[in-house]
């Protein structure tokens, strides 16, 4: 879509006005060089470029940054809970726990089981113990990526419509796999609510986004209808009256 390839172009411009302007400089070298508030400056556009590429190398300079704003005590919880949110969005997920561990204030990140058995792409799964990391294989026949999140209105007004269709349910419950764009927030009470009460619609989170190299848009929802491993069809968003005929019309390509 038009919006998912200006977003595209939007991350690209900042990570290179990132590499141009700040990267140059490394954190290191600025200890004695910068005044607090250039300091800040530094560590914010580093949190714009981590979370628009979901690279570690720019939570990496987030770290840095925050430490030498530690040394001179002008660091904040915020700045803290933001940089865990970007080790949780690129997927160092022991950073993160590592975070929890000093700083009691912030989000207790569970232990995460890995069966990755199966090739990637990889899902990040909540079950009843925690997280687990497990891999991915497509539905027998023809597989719909449905991309959804809990707390997206639009998500939960096409789960409600699918769910009341007996023939669209039918069909997802065989051939549906719902997944959750890559993310700082595990939001694991969340998904796990969700997925309680929506069977039809169990929701995972992607590893990373980059092992799905076919989706070309994550804006929520997306669905795609996967045959041979090409796209078949593709329909986007959900109006007020629903998408339900389009639905019907990829599944019977």
Known sequence: SRNEVDGREFARRITEAYLRYVAPHRPAELRTLLDPQALRTLLDAGDRAAFYSSDPRYVNDMRAL???????????????????????LVRDLDAARGLAVKH?????????????????????????????????????????????????????????????????RDAFLKHAVWLSPQAGRLQIERFRAWNREHPLATMSQVWKQEEWPWVDSWATPTFYFIRDGQVQAKVIGWPKEGRLRELESAIAR
Not at 67 to 86: C, P, S, Y
Not at 137 to 153: E, F, L, M, R, V
């Open 104 to 168: 009691q204030d912030l989000s207790v990140i569970p232990p995460l089981v890995v069966d990755v058995q199966l090739p990637k792409p990889w899902l990040l799964k909540v079950g009843p113990q925690g997280l687990a990391l497990a891999g991915h294989s497509p539905k027998p026949g023809y597989t719909i990526y449905a991309i959804g999140h809990p707390d997206c209105h639009f998500s939960q007004n096409a789960v409600a419509d699918i769910e009341a269709d007996p023939v669209l």
């Open 66 to 88: 925050l430490d030498v704003l530690a040394a001179r005590d002008m660091d904040a919880l915020g700045d803290w809970r933001t940089l865990q949110e970007r080790y949780v």
